[in-house]
């Protein structure tokens, strides 16, 4: 098995670059069966998040309406000790924002947003999720990795998705025919001493069937 990072391989996958976040509805295109919004993490962010007590690091599974998520994560990382500063402003308004699109582009009234502080290995197979479509969104550490399977083996071609950079993926219950193949994982990390914080977030239209 060979990982590459960045988009290389995102054509034979059914994943798309954008460079924009408007782009992330692609994913409703019969052909893709999975987006990237590439971006740039600011320096002085990626450095104080990278450097960030892993204590302080904020981790929860919520389920409430996008425009909620803001108040909510700001609660979270005053629960975790996090200092009030200006990245940790950005990091509660990217999660906030990221929320807002993801809502809209699934038209989903709630959403199920889970913030993980990973040092194992965490869904380290690669699968497929048992939901409509899911973002995904690593803040610090090694992003997820995907590729092509057909068989139920590993791919023998992995990309990595940049830190920083949200992918947006169906999942086995998206409606209608999708592309087959791409199969996604958190990268396996156990005994590296990485940490890894990972934004999650699913779509909701019936909060009380969630329960």
């Known amino acids: 098995m060979t990982v590459h990072p960045g988009s290389w391989l995102a054509a034979e996958t059914g994943v798309v670059i954008v460079e924009e976040p408007e782009g992330l509805a692609a994913i ?6 999975a987006a990237i919004w590439h971006r740039q993490p600011l320096r002085a962010f990626q450095r104080w998040i990278d450097t960030l007590d892993p204590a302080l690091l904020p981790s929860a599974r919520l389920i409430l309406r996008p425009a909620d998520v803001r108040d909510a994560v ?16 950005r990091l509660i308004d990217d999660v906030a924002a990221l929320a807002d699109l993801f809502g809209h582009v699934m038209r989903a009234p709630y959403l199920r947003l889970r913030l993980d502080v ?17 973002l995904v969104c690593t803040y610090r550490g090694q992003g997820t990795q995907y590729g092509v399977s057909h068989d139920g083996s590993d791919p023998a071609r992995v990309v990595t998705v940049a830190t920083g950079s949200p992918m947006l993926l169906r999942g086995t219950a998206w409606p209608g025919t999708a592309p087959a193949g791409l199969v996604h994982r958190s990268p396996p990390i156990e005994g590296t001493g990485e ?9 909701v239209h019936e909060p009380e069937d969630e329960a």
């Open 74 to 89: 700001t609660q979270l990382c005053d629960g975790a000790g996090m200092p009030d500063c200006a990245s940790r402003v």
């Open 195 to 203: 940490t890894r914080l990972l934004l999650v977030l699913d779509p």
């Open 28 to 33: 409703r295109r019969p052909d893709v069966a």
């Open 118 to 134: 990973v040092t194992g290995n965490a869904c380290r197979k690669f699968h497929v999720d048992s939901v409509t479509a899911r």
